[in-house]
């Protein structure tokens, strides 16, 4: 039981990877607050199988006001946060020469604003908790490489690397860890449809050493372990997850 009575709060917590991190927190013992955008109940109804607390918030993590919503229903619920994991994201796959302005703003406003936004309200109530915290952003192995249909996104998976990196300086006084995690290639909704091109599902395969796709499953150790006091002096660090895909260059 890592996380024995923690209050961990998880955007983009009703489906895919936040969704296993969410389910896999309140496995190590946490209270969770599922932060989404559409409906959770499935996450929540996991999460109430294992005894555990849990409260759904919806709204948007680019509207500034989300993340307070988050902190306001952690501390009613469970008097107080101990970990975020700044999860949510979306990734529209579309070529560079014809972006649209919009989906270009759009990406940047929910990936890079709004993990700004709610780290930055969560930090403001672990400062004043006194307990410190932790608090882990979900970047990607896209923050240190590039993608053709992903010129939009991939900006910003190195943006909320870098936003942890700065927040590790600024917080660390506070006792306040900033981590990333680095995923490579997960199945989710996110990527359904690029991967039903068998040609490159096939080409990640074999790019990949430990010879898999991953699943949401596989950021949960990783992600308990940066919440946890395991990590206690781990600030400021990154951590790929990628069955070693971006080692493996030849
Ligand atoms: N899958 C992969 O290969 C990789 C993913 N990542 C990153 O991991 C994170 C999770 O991705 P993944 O699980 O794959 O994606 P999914 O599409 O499966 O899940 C995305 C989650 O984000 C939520 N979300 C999307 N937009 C918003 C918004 N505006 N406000 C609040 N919540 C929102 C969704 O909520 P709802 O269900 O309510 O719509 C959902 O819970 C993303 O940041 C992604 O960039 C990084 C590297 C690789
Ligand atoms: C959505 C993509 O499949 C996924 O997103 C990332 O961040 C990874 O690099 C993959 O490209």
Do not use: W
């Amino acid at each position: 039981m890592l996380l024995k009575d923690k209050t961990v709060i998880v955007t983009g917590g009703s489906r895919g990877i936040g969704a296993a991190v969410a389910i896999g927190c309140a496995q190590h013992g946490a209270n969770v607050v599922v932060s989404h955008h559409s409906n959770a109940d499935e996450v929540v109804a996991a999460i109430q199988a294992l005894g555990r607390g849990v409260v759904a918030v919806k709204g948007d993590v680019a509207d500034p006001a989300t993340g307070s919503l988050l902190v306001q229903a952690a501390v009613e619920h469970f008097g107080g946060v101990d970990v975020l994991v700044s999860n949510a994201g979306i990734c529209p796959f579309h070529a560079f020469l014809d972006m649209p302005p919009e989906t270009l703003k759009r990406t940047m406003e929910v990936n890079l604003h709004g993990a700004y936004f709610v780290t930055q309200a969560v930090a403001n109530r672990m400062k004043e908790q006194g307990r410190g915290g932790s608090i882990i952003a979900m970047s990607s192995i896209s923050a240190l490489v590039g993608g053709e249909f992903q010129t939009h996104y991939t900006p910003t998976k190195a943006g909320v690397h870098s936003l942890m990196q700065s927040c590790a300086i600024a917080l660390g006084k506070y006792g306040i860890r900033c981590n990333s995690l680095l995923p490579g290639t997960i199945l989710t909704d996110i990527n359904k449809d690029d991967l039903a091109d068998l040609d490159k599902k096939a080409y990640f395969e074999k790019r990949i050493p430990l010879g898999r796709l991953g699943q949401p499953e596989d950021l949960v150790g990783p992600a308990v372990f940066l919440a946890s006091d395991m990590a206690q002096y781990v600030t400021g660090a990154a951590l790929l997850v990628d069955g070693g895909m971006f080692v493996n260059l030849q």
